[in-house]
């Protein structure tokens, strides 16, 4: 199958953000983009350039300020709060640079807790936390606490924590800035072996090599898509 026969996973239309100021801040401007199942894409640009701004509005945790977008061939437009919060806990995936796990809840907790909201029952969240947690090398460590690990352990946690809900898409934010280039190096192995295994991933990063060895580059500059090496 070409790209092209994939279904469309997530569309921006004409997405614009201005933060309120004086003057406004005209974060992102005419963003049209569209990411297909199964892609691997890096999303680079030099700070600044409106990165976490497209990638807190492709979470839905942040709405534009004209354009919109599709999930899943969903208009969000006019999504409630609420539907817009289900909708991130069910179809969305996020990994952070800062971990985010939560201190005092053992690995295992702090993945199976993913689901927590969706109606799943106990067991079998548990099941499937300790399914991803082995897929991502931490069958070990699953009754440790954050703080026992090292940051890459963390970091995987964090990936299977983002993979409970079988996403549409998982969105990630410099996932190895916090990173030795080793370890670094191992996460984006297991970035790939995930796309390979079929997930949908969006990886925010400023490290140009790292972008480079991504199947897909979207560059901003100054809030515009200013290249994207799918359609070159
Ligand atoms: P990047 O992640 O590429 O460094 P950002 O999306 O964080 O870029 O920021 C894009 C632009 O929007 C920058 O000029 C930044 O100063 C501005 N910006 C980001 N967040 C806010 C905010 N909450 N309020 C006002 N301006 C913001
Ligand atoms: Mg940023």
Do not use: W
């Not at 990165?51 to 208009?75: E, F, H, W, Y």
């Not at 100054?222 to 994207?228: I, L």
């Amino acid at each position: 199958m070409t790209q092209e026969e994939h279904p469309v996973v997530m569309e921006l239309t004409e997405v614009g953000k201005s933060y309120p100021g004086n003057p406004p801040v005209e974060a992102l401007r005419g963003i049209n983009l569209v990411v297909h199942r199964g892609e691997l894409l890096a999303l680079v640009g030099t700070s600044g350039s409106g990165k976490s701004t497209m990638l807190n509005i492709m979470g839905a945790l942040d709405r534009p300020t004209s354009g919109k977008l599709c999930v899943d061939g969903q208009d969000l437009s006019n999504f409630s709060d609420r539907e817009l919060s289900t909708l991130r806990g069910s179809r969305i995936g996020f990994i952070f640079q800062q971990f985010h796990l939560i201190a005092g809840l053992s690995v295992l907790e702090n993945v199976s807790t993913g689901l927590l909201y969706q109606g799943i029952n106990r067991s079998l969240r548990m099941e499937k936390a300790t399914q991803l947690l082995s897929r991502v090398g931490l069958g070990d460590r699953m009754t440790h606490l954050p703080h026992e690990l090292s940051g890459g352990q963390q970091q995987r946690v964090a990936i299977a924590r983002a993979l409970m809900g079988d996403p549409a898409i998982v969105l990630a934010d410099e996932p190895t800035g916090n990173l030795d280039s080793e370890t670094s190096e191992e996460i984006m192995d297991l970035i790939h072996q995930l796309n390979e295994g079929g997930s949908t991933i969006v990886v925010v990063t400023h490290d140009g090599e790292l972008a480079r060895s991504l199947p897909g580059v979207v560059t901003l500059l100054d809030g515009v898509v200013k290249s994207d090496s799918r359609t070159q």
